[in-house]
Every structure is written in C-alpha cells, then in structure tokens.
C-alpha cells in the first residue's frame, strides 16, 4: 500500500469514527429520556465515550493531513478538496477546544453532523494530489490559508451554537407576527442544511450509477489567438446544457437526453452551466428531501428538533458561540488578513488587489467585526446575537464556497472546476 492510499484510508476511517461519535452523542442526549434512574449518569458517560471517539477520529484525520503532506510535499490546502477536509478537521478541534470548555454533550450532536457534511462536500471535488501553481509555491499557503481556516472553524462552531440557541427559544406555540416570522427563517435555515444534504446525495446516486453527459464548445485561445474546440464532463444529468454547445454524448435519464436548456449567452465560459446545473440540481433534491422529511414528521423540521434542546440553558448556548466567535476572530483576522495580505505582496506584488475573495474575507472581517462590537458595546445578545451567528456563517461559506465556484478570480485554482 502507497502512502497516499493509506492516508485516504485514514481519512475514511475519520468520517466514520465521527459517525459514531455522532451516534454516541444521540444516545446521551436522547437516551436520557428512557433513563428514568440517574439521567445525568447516562449523559456523562455516553458523552464521554462519544467525546473520546471523536478524539480518536480526529487523530484519524490529522494522520490523513500529514501523510497527504509527506507525499505531495506542500501543506494540503491547495484545492477545493484539501482546503474542505481541512476545514473539516479545524471544525472539530474548535469542537473540542469548546467541548473542553463547556462539557455540554448536546454540541457535539450538531457540531459533529456539520463535520461530516463538510468531509462529505470534499469528496464531491477531484482527489488526486496536484502539482501546484508558482503563485502558491510559498511556505505562506500553510501560513495563511491554515489560520483563515481555523478562524473559520470557530465561526462555524459558533453558528452551530447561535443555530441551537433558536432552535431552543423561537417560540412555535405563538402565532403572531414576530414570532411567526422566526419560525419561517429558522425553518428556512434547516432548508439549505436539506439542500446541501440532497446536493451530496445526488452526486453519490449518480457516480454509484456511472452517469455520464459530454458537451463541445468553440473557445477563443489567448495563447494561440485562435478557436478550439473545448469539452466538459457533467456527472449529473443536463438540466442546463453550455452556451452554444454540441451534445458529444448524454445518458438518457427519465427522458432528459434531449430535453435539457442552453445557459444564456452572457454565461461566459464552458463550465459556467455545469455549475449552474449543479446548484438545480441541489435545489431540486434539496425540495424533494424536505418534502419527505416534512410528509414522514407532519410539522417543520425546527419545531421537531425543539424538544431535544430542552434541557439545554439558551444562556449557555449564547455564551458557547459568543465565546467560538470571540477566539477565532484574531485567528482570522492573521490568517485571513494580514498574512494573506503579506503573502500576495509575495506572490503578486501587491498587498491588496480587490479579488473577488479578498473582498469577500474582507466583508467576512467586517461582519464578526460589526458582531462583536454590538456584543460588547450594544449588548446585543441573545435571539439578536445567534441571528447574526447564522448570517456570518452564510458569508463564511460564500466566501469559502461561492466565490471559488462561482466568480472567476485569482484565488479560483485546482479542483473548483
């Protein structure tokens, strides 16, 4: 066995320990509730065992890190699939780190699931080792893009909690207007989180079951200042075909051989229609999903979960993510900043060049910069304080995930197309 084999291995191993753990957490939580001796007893020691097997997984992890490390010879975080297991891996120290604070067992129940999707997402990207481009030939990519991850760790822990907090007080038994319009945005919360679950799940259906679709394309050559013919793979079925395209080859798939639409012609570039396909296609299973979770339970996915965190204090949940927010904002501010800022005068000859992810880490910076003077200065906590958890992690993600799929840049390299 080659040492890349082994740490890919290693990493599988993380991603089911982590289930486990996962699991273990459900029974401490949940099972209390069949404990009519000793409930906090029961708690404690399935928490326990949970937390050391998420220890053990994550020792999985960091022997996957390492191992990739040694055989490619750079940090692993220059693709879509390095940076999002690592990010992955920096949710959970940030989990542990908070766990070691706090010993609240019921963060792990929602912690850890964001984890796994998180390593689920990776997958999705190309996993081969790639050769890495010169501006990223820089002892600076550890630095920076580590550090901007694990400050992102903490802001994703930090959600989790603020998302807990308004699972545990948004009130479903009021029917007026404030209250009415909490149930509607929380339950919208746990909407995209079916979504990003039905996306996952369709790419997997459709790998397991070999689907195939080919386009051609006539693309102008800087290089050769003259057309080719360029051609892009979908592993889902067309719903929206590349601008003035050929059909080389496309599966039929309940009738979708022929019947797919052609992105509109301001969509430049060949794979800017596979994205756009991929983003229907998460929708699509996203409400399929969501329609059969909401038939099976018969009430929104948030007022389902309430009961669970009812033993939870919502004060001690608002402090767990203030405290998430208030250790990875400096961690941020370095690596996604400053060092970031030294290493494209390194790269670039410029300490800042209005990219489209610069702009978003900047926006980044200044949204948990507005958070925590609210906090400290408006006392802004509570229901306010978890709100703006959950609409710094969408900026979070956006930045992480939206800029590299979506707007062309700099910072858009391997494993994004």
């Not at 051609?231 to 050929?246: E, G, L, N």
């Amino acid at each position: 066995m080659s040492l890349i084999d082994f740490s890919s291995d290693a990493f599988i191993v993380a991603f089911f320990l982590y289930c486990l753990a996962f699991t273990f957490y459900g029974v401490a939580v949940m099972g209390r509730r069949f404990r009519k001796r000793e409930p906090e007893a029961h708690t404690a020691k399935w928490g326990k065992i949970a937390f050391y097997t998420a220890v053990i997984g994550l020792i999985a992890q960091l022997t996957y890190f390492v191992t990739r490390w040694i055989w490619s010879g750079h940090v692993p975080v220059s693709n879509m699939y390095e940076f999002m297991t690592f990010l992955s891996m920096a949710i959970m120290i940030a989990f542990i780190v908070l766990y070691i604070l706090y010993r609240k067992s019921l963060l792990g129940l929602f912690a850890l699931p964001l984890a796994i999707l998180i390593m689920a997402y990776a997958a999705v990207f190309p996993q081969e080792v790639q050769p890495l481009i010169p501006s990223l030939k820089s002892y600076w990519l550890g630095i920076h893009v580590t550090m901007a991850a694990l400050g992102d760790a903490f802001f994703a822990v930090g959600f989790v909690a603020g998302l807990m907090h308004l699972l545990r007080t948004v009130n479903f038994g009021s029917s007026d207007k404030s209250s009415r319009r909490e149930q509607r945005w929380l339950e919208f919360c746990m909407f995209m989180i079916v979504v990003l679950i039905g996306f996952i799940v369709s790419v997997y259906s459709f790998r397991a079951g070999g689907y195939h679709a080919e386009f051609s394309q006539m693309k102008w050559n800087e290089e050769t200042q003259q057309e080719q013919v360029v051609t892009v793979d979908y592993d889902m079925p067309p719903i929206v075909a590349p601008y003035d395209s050929q059909a080389i080859s496309v599966q039929s798939f309940i009738g979708m051989q022929d019947s797919f639409f052609e992105a509109p012609s301001w969509m430049h570039g060949i794979n800017a229609a596979r994205k756009l396909n991929t983003v229907l296609w998460s929708v699509f299973s996203g409400l399929i999903l969501y329609g059969l979770l909401r038939a099976i339970i018969r009430r929104p996915l948030a007022k389902m979960i309430q009961p669970a965190l009812g033993r939870m204090d919502p004060d001690d949940l608002d402090e767990i993510s203030y405290r998430a927010i208030a250790i990875g904002f400096p961690i941020f501010t370095l690596g996604g900043l400053i060092f970031a800022m030294i290493w494209a005068e390194v790269a670039w000859g410029r300490f800042w060049g209005w990219d489209p992810k610069e702009i978003w880490a900047l926006i980044t910076w200044l949204f948990y910069s507005v958070y925590l003077h609210l906090r400290l200065s408006r006392g802004w906590q509570g229901k306010h304080s978890s709100w703006l958890t959950v609409i710094g992690f969408i900026v979070v993600m956006f930045t992480l995930v939206g800029v590299n799929l979506i707007i062309a840049g700099l910072h858009s390299y391997a494993g994004t197309d």
